[in-house]
């Protein structure tokens, strides 16, 4: 053990590459911490498992950039917004909400939704119809507004999957050269004489007619149910992956730091102090280490979540009692060799107190060794929490890396062939873990000198 | 005799540890228990009586044949030793006994193939499947591991060298059940080579189980492996490199023995009392992991079963498998301790 002062440890640092690698990365996934936790509102983690929230997001559908690399273009799931037009003609007065897609993919899309919010009074006709690119109008949908004699807000959505759809567009069966055994999605987005996409402006219309009385479009959307989305795709419960790996990033860094901060400062007081005060003390501390140090660690952590609780908190606490032993074992044959160097003698035949010593001369020399300890435990941390969160003994209110792949593996993706559910999130703990190896194995280097070879 | 008294207070510290582990769980899951217990009571009794017509008919008002429910209930729970709390010395002494001598009780919901709710006959079923995989997985991961470390440790700095540190510390970075299901995903699903499900379909005791079997366990070793080796290699190769450094190589040298003999026969020699001891550690720290292992390939071992007995909440299971789980761990420390002190006689001495 030899004291190494920080200025060196810098110099030395700066000199390795892999360490500088590390400091890179892990800069980089603060970076993505500060910007999530800042930017992405907070009510996105805390209703990650309220299904109301996903409900317009397509179910399973792969990360949008896919259609960059491959020639068949996936439908994306696209959010439209209307364009309102209000007219007026013999009383009679007209709202018409158009919705313009430009359809451009190879395969076609899964479904459409109509999702508005209208304030009106008395009775109002909906129609709703498309206009293909090829000049073709089909109608689709004929209904009205529930009837109300007083003002009163009105939210509605109109699905593809209606049956009266289907009943309207049967009507066109002769102008169309194949059977009509399909879905609606694929008649409307069909060309006329095959059953292959058209592709090319879509305009889809919602006309609303009141007799005498207007219409207010308060909100007024279309979803075209596609089969990509965002930036890294959604699962199986619509959510949005990207949202999800990004809230993780802060939360496995707290959950990783915190842990391996907190055992590393209680191992090395617990071992130093037990180092230097040896005999009975010493030999009463280390079996209990021992008898912590043989405790099965995992079967453990999952009764102690399953038992008292699986808040992140308590869990990173769990996490403690079984991360700090193998450093108290450390520092305390370290402390047994400081402790026999002469000043800290002269300093006791000097009368300082115990406490004084310990905090004063051996902890600092210890330092060094402190903080390489640090940055290689907190890997573990993090995969254990992932694993346990895996098992389905995460805190479900947190979106962590290992409960997106508990859920991942609940709903059998890997079966599946789900793969950008599966791959991001272990990249994600491995690239993490990797940053902390990397600073730590090159301050172990520095510090334990006898590695350098 | 320095041997003596140091496995003898080795051996107390494991018993310790055991007891304290047992009193943990116990105290842990204790007061679910009781109330599960309880719960199954009233609802026995109930069924019992509702079952025989005759005695609620010998009541006149439902006040009174309340009474008597709850009074049946009573004297049940009081038999059963149900009324003192689970802390009463009495009954935590009763239950670690139980344990001590592998009586584990019936499980509550989990049964074994074989249909026995019995909590030990479910255990020992299903510890040789684990015991099957991670052995041959350790063992294979072993066997590579100690030549590639030599391997590399001959030649420092060489390109063999530095690609196994390099893949040592990057797949010791990814979770072995990660690369399970990435491994599922491509080996069962992109290309239909393996099973995804490592439970074979076919009944034990049909011919060609054994065969089904090691085809199923494919998977699960060569994942297993695959995060394995490149840290037990690197772990190899640092303790070679710490060896060559001593003296008496270096006199093997100026003899004139060649470095390659000098590494596998001298070093390796050597080297084996921390190999050894890391293996035997190896394999019980995996027994722990195995319960995620497990459960990504359903594999039908102890993990799983474990897994299973946390999502239901089968307490006598979880009691009875934390138990095993410990003295398998213990043992193989206890293991790795005899063979420290017999590989290197120097931990004789000292201490």
């Known amino acids: 053990m030899s004291s190494v002062s920080t200025q060196e440890i810098k110099k030395e640092f700066l000199k390795s590459k892999l360490g500088l690698t590390g400091v890179f990365i892990l800069s980089g996934l603060i970076l993505v911490s500060i910007i ?78 109509f999702e508005m919010k209208t304030k009106y009074t008395d009775s109002h006709i909906v129609q709703i119809k498309v206009i293909r690119p090829d000049g073709i109008t089909l109608e689709l949908l004929s209904t009205s507004l529930p009837h109300s004699d007083n003002e009163t807000i009105h939210n509605q959505r109109y699905f593809s999957t209606d049956s009266m759809i289907k009943k309207n567009l049967s009507t066109y069966k002769d102008d169309f050269g194949f059977d009509f055994q399909v ?98 003390t010493d030999e009463v501390m280390m079996r209990f280490n021992d008898v912590i140090y043989a405790l099965p660690a995992l079967p453990f952590l999952i009764i102690l979540a399953v038992t008292i609780s699986n808040s992140i908190f308590l869990m990173i606490g769990f996490l403690m009692i079984f991360s700090w032993v193998g450093i108290a074992k450390v520092s305390r044959s370290m402390s047994l060799q400081i402790k026999t160097r002469q000043y800290i003698e002269a300093a006791k035949i000097m009368g300082q107190k115990d406490s004084k010593i310990i905090f004063r001369h051996i902890l600092p020399q210890l330092l060094p060794y402190a903080f390489a300890s640090i940055a290689i435990s907190v890997p573990a941390a993090i995969t254990t929490e992932a694993g346990l969160s895996f098992l389905g003994l995460g805190d479900p209110s947190f979106p962590t890396w290992g409960q997106i792949l508990h859920d991942a593996n609940t709903y059998g993706a890997a079966a599946q062939g789900f793969w950008w559910w599966i791959v991001p999130p272990g990249i994600l703990i491995a690239i993490t873990g990797l940053a902390f190896v990397f600073i730590g194995n090159a301050l172990d280097a520095i510090v334990n000198p006898k590695l350098k070879r | 005799m320095g041997l003596k008294r140091y496995l003898v207070t080795r051996g107390l510290t494991m018993f310790g540890v055991l007891m304290i582990t047992l009193l943990l769980t116990i105290s842990l899951v204790g007061s679910n228990m009781d109330t599960i217990l309880k719960q199954g009571i009233i609802y026995q009794v109930r069924a019992e009586i509702t079952e025989n017509t005759t005695i609620a008919q010998g009541f006149n008002n439902p006040e009174e044949f309340e009474k008597f429910v709850q009074q049946k209930i009573d004297e049940r729970v009081k038999t059963l030793g149900l009324d003192t709390p689970w802390y009463s010395p009495q009954r935590l002494g009763y239950t670690m006994y139980k344990i001590l001598i592998l009586d584990f ?247």
């Open chain 1, 36 to 113: 999530t936790i800042s930017v992405i509102p907070a009510s996105t983690f805390q209703e990650w498992n309220n299904p109301e929230k996903w409900i317009s997001y397509p179910k399973t559908s792969v990360p949008s950039w896919v259609n960059f690399l491959s020639s068949d273009k996936i439908p994306e799931h696209k959010i439209i917004n209307a364009e309102v037009f209000q007219s007026q003609e013999n009383g009679i007065f007209l709202t018409s909400q158009q919705f313009g897609v430009y359809f451009e993919y190879d395969d076609f899309p899964s479904d459409f939704i």
């Open chain 2, 105 to 351: 009780g019936n499980a509550t919901f989990l049964t074994s193939d074989s249909g026995s709710s019995n909590v030990g006959e479910i255990i020992f079923e299903k510890m040789p499947k684990t015991i099957l995989l991670f052995t041959t997985a350790t063992i294979i991961i072993s066997i590579i591991g100690i030549l590639l470390g030599a391997a590399s440790s001959n030649k420092i700095g060489s390109k063999t060298d530095r690609i196994t540190s390099t893949f040592a510390v990057i797949s010791s970075s990814f979770p072995v059940w990660w690369i399970g299901m990435l491994m599922i995903f491509v080996f069962a699903f992109v290309y239909q080579i393996f099973p995804a499900r490592a439970t074979p379909s076919i009944e034990p005791d049909e011919p060609g189980y054994i065969l089904a079997l090691l085809y199923h366990m494919a998977l699960p070793v060569i994942t297993i492996v695959l995060i394995g080796f490149g840290a037990w290699a690197y772990l190899v190769r640092n303790f070679m490199v710490g060896i060559m450094q001593e003296d008496f190589i270096a006199a093997k040298k100026t003899i004139g023995i060649s470095k390659k003999k000098i590494v596998y026969s001298h070093a390796l020699r050597n080297a084996a009392p921390p190999i050894v001891t890391i293996l035997a550690l190896s394999l019980s720290g995996s027994l722990g992991g195995a319960i995620i292992t497990e459960a990504v390939f359903d594999w039908p071992g102890m993990g799983r079963l474990y897994f299973e007995a946390i999502s239901v909440m089968d307490l006598p299971v979880i009691i009875g498998s934390t138990y095993i789980l410990t003295v398998l761990f213990l043992v193989s420390i206890f293991i790795a301790d005899l063979l420290y002190g017999y590989f290197d006689p120097r931990v004789r001495t000292s201490s």
């Open chain 1, 183 to 280: 879905g609606v999605t694929e008649i409307i987005f069909s060309e006329l004489y095959t059953n292959q996409i058209q592709k090319g402006n879509y305009i889809f219309i919602v006309d609303i007619y009141g007799i005498g009385k207007d219409v207010e479009v308060l909100e007024s959307k279309m979803i075209l149910g596609g089969k990509a989305y965002g930036l890294m795709g959604t699962d199986e419960l619509r959510r949005d992956l990207a949202i999800g790996l990004l809230w993780g990033t802060p939360l496995a860094l707290f959950i990783g730091i915190s842990v391996s901060i907190g055992s590393v400062v209680v191992g090395l007081i617990y071992g130093v102090y037990s180092g230097y005060k040896g005999k009975k």
